[in-house]
């Protein structure tokens, strides 16, 4: 079997979930893993604070600014694609991306929205064509257990009602055929645990990659 290096292409790999589920520490655990076993990584999170789009993204989730629940949508949008580009050219290259959250937590998050009317299948749209992950890791873990670890942050969305709306249709996503990318994992156990549960899927996944293709509807 080809790897995906000697076929001279990086793996896509993303990680989503809830706040405080364990991405960030999870995602570093794993680029420098796959480094020590000779790959080349580079971590991407998103959203991506550091562009124009992304600086307009963080006054938002500061509550530092208001915006209308579809413009700031398609600013999350907009900041995954002003990055597509470059994670292409490094896949290309035979990079491996790991991506802290992606389109999913974009669908997610504003469809879980209180009081706006924005639908999971409207929310998805922006998403289609961008480059459609090998491997997408949903890091699980119960809403009472995330407010656990530390309680949640000030900013927009840290709080249990939006979580476990997050949750539940995270969980919905997941269930469609056609994602079958996504991976669940149980997030609840110990890091050390988390990431060796993380490590056999990621190369499992890299062992295999054929073309990369763009998100569907
Ligand atoms: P993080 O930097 O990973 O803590 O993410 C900041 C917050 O923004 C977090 O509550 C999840 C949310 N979020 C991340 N990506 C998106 C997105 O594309 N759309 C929306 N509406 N929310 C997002
Ligand atoms: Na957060
Ligand atoms: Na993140």
């Not at 991407?44 to 413009?71: A, M």
């Not at 879980?112 to 998805?124: R, Y």
């Not at 998403?127 to 997408?136: A, H, K, M, S, T």
């Not at 056609?178 to 996944?205: M, Q, R, Y």
Request: proline share 4%.
């Amino acid at each position: 079997d080809p790897t995906c290096e000697e076929d001279g292409r990086g793996a896509l790999v993303v990680v989503e979930g809830l706040d405080r589920a364990g991405k960030s520490s999870q995602c570093e655990i794993l680029a420098r893993r796959l480094q020590e076993m000779g790959h080349q990584v580079r971590y991407v999170r998103f959203p991506d604070r550091s562009t124009p789009i992304g600086k307009l993204i963080d006054n938002y989730l500061r509550g530092q600014s208001q915006l209308d629940d579809h413009s700031i949508h398609l600013l999350f949008s907009a900041n995954r694609w002003e990055a597509a580009r470059s994670i292409q050219e490094d896949i290309a290259n035979g990079v491996s991306v790991i991506v802290d959250r992606y389109s999913y937590s974009g669908a997610v998050y504003s469809a879980a929205k209180g009081n706006s009317n924005l639908s999971l299948q409207w929310a998805w749209q922006p998403e289609v064509g961008l480059p459609r992950p090998d491997l997408c890791l949903f890091l699980s873990i119960s809403t009472e257990e995330a407010a656990r670890r530390g309680g949640f942050g000030v900013e927009r969305y840290e709080n249990d009602t939006m979580q476990k709306r997050v949750r539940e249709l995270f969980l919905s996503l997941i269930e469609l055929p056609h994602n079958d990318e996504i991976c669940v994992i149980d997030a609840g156990k110990s890091v050390g645990e988390v990431a060796g549960d993380i490590l056999e899927p990621v190369l499992e996944c890299m062992k295999n990659v054929d073309a990369i293709g763009p998100l569907r509807k």
